[in-house]
Every structure is written in structure tokens, then in C-alpha cells.
């Protein structure tokens, strides 16, 4: 089935460990997302690709690295510099032309705590 | 700065009836596409409904329709005939077809049906 696959589902991180949360998507989409979602502070933007090799920062991205080394595949690593990881992270894809392609897709999400 | 604001954090209504959920957002584009997201207990984010900036009527689908005001920058969602699969968290967003490309969120509304 096409879908954006986030892995693992769970995870757990001892403070000053770095930890890489995956996102792969088979819908042949160009642009990649990656959101944090804390209670009552809604879906913010953590950084984003519209190609291959080329990101940019999102609002929240300190603390955070990205790679896009390939179309499908649009890892997330949460360093040891983001001081409270503890959240939701949602990943999401879509395409860039115009029309239906616009709608955005989302993984079902990456529960991540620090213990 | 590139904002959206959903005004009410909760919202309840008894099954059956209509409710609506208000959005606003705020930008200098022209170019852009408008979307209700719904995300149940699961935290899977579901696509409600779409609008394109450019169309003057109203997306519907089923019961959920949309009022769209671009002068106003205002992009309500209206839910007639609730049901009780109808409660959860709802998000409004919308996405600039520039360059940037970015896709930014409000914090959303939670929606109670009471039966």
C-alpha cells in the first residue's frame, strides 16, 4: 500500500543520547515535513524539503538535524542540544504542483520520551 | 509573520445538530490552498476538506462545508448533522505555493459531542 511509514513508534532517550526517528514514503512525493506536536500548542514546523539534498528550517528546528539523501526518506534526529524532546513527532509528504496534489499526507506519528 | 488562529480551543454540540469551527490566518500571498485536518484519539491526521484560494465557491464534502471569506482571511468549518465519530481534535491549515512552500497550523480545536 503507498503511505509514509514512520519508525519506531515508540521511543525512549537517556538525556545526552541522539536519537533518529525515520520517515519513508512511497507516493513518489517531492516535499518532506516533520512537526511537533506538544498538548495545546497545536503542529509546529521543525524543518522541511522540497527536493533532494536541499532543506530548510522550520520555527522550532534548534535542537534538530535532517537529511534528504534520497526522495523517499526524510530521517529526523533529535540531538543532544533539544533540551525537551519529549513529544509527538508527526512526519508528512506531499507534491508540488497544483490542484488534489496539494493535499498534505501524514505518518501515523513517533511518540518520543526522555527517561 | 505567517500565523494561523483557531479562537476556540474547545467546542461541544449535541449530536445531531450543526456546529461551526471558527480559522483565520494571516498572510501577504495570493497563491495559496486552505485544508481542515481532523485527529481522532489515534493521532492519525485525517483530511477534512480543501480549499484553493483562487475558487470563489465554498468547498463541501458530505457534511462538512466550508465559508470561506479571502478578504477577511477568515475559513470556517461547519459540521452539520454531528455525529459521535465526529469528536476530536481539529486543525486548520494552510499551505503558500511559493518558493517557500511552507504548510503552517493553528492550534486547533477540540470538539466534544454529547449524545
Known amino acids: 500500500d503507498g503511505g509514509i511509514t514512520q519508525s519506531p513508534k515508540y521511543l525512549f532517550r537517556k538525556e545526552g543520547q541522539n536519537v533518529t526517528l525515520s520517515c519513508e514514503q512511497n507516493?513518489?512525493?517531492?516535499?518532506m515535513y516533520w512537526y511537533r506536536q506538544d498538548p495545546g500548542q497545536g503542529l509546529r514546523l521543525i524543518y522541511y524539503?522540497?527536493?533532494?539534498?536541499?532543506?530548510q528550517k522550520g520555527d522550532i528546528a534548534e535542537g534538530y538535524s535532517v537529511s534528504r539523501e534520497k526522495k523517499e526518506s526524510f530521517p529526523l534526529t533529535v540531538t543532544s542540544a533539544q533540551k525537551n524532546p519529549t513529544a509527538f513527532y508527526l512526519c508528512?509528504?506531499?507534491?508540488?504542483?497544483?490542484?488534489?496534489?496539494?493535499?498534505?499526507?501524514f505518518g501515523e506519528g513517533s511518540w518520543l520520551t526522555v527517561v | 509573520a505567517q500565523t494561523v488562529t483557531q479562537s476556540q480551543p474547545e467546542m461541544s454540540v449535541q449530536e445531531a445538530e450543526t456546529v461551526t469551527l471558527s480559522c483565520t490566518y494571516d498572510?501577504?500571498?495570493?497563491?495559496?490552498?486552505l485544508f481542515w485536518y481532523k485527529q481522532p484519539p489515534s493521532r492519525q491526521m485525517i483530511l477534512v476538506i480543501r480549499?484553493?484560494?483562487?475558487?470563489?465557491q465554498n468547498a463541501t464534502e458530505n457534511r462538512f462545508s466550508v465559508n470561506f471569506q479571502k478578504a477577511a482571511k477568515s475559513f470556517s468549518l461547519k459540521i452539520s448533522d454531528s455525529q459521535l465519530g465526529d469528536a476530536a481534535m481539529y486543525f486548520c491549515?494552510?499551505?503558500?505555493?511559493?518558493?517557500?512552500?511552507?504548510?503552517?497550523f493553528g492550534k486547533g480545536t477540540r470538539l466534544h459531542i454529547l449524545p
Open positions: 508528512a509528504s506531499s507534491i508540488r504542483t497544483g490542484g488534489s496534489g496539494n493535499t498534505i499526507y
Open positions: 507516493l513518489n512525493h517531492d516535499a
Open positions: 524539503s522540497q527536493i533532494v539534498n536541499d532543506f
Open positions: 498572510t501577504s500571498e495570493s497563491d495559496y490552498y
Open positions: 480549499q484553493e484560494a483562487y475558487k470563489q
Open positions: 491549515a494552510y499551505r503558500i505555493m511559493n518558493r517557500d512552500d511552507k504548510i503552517i
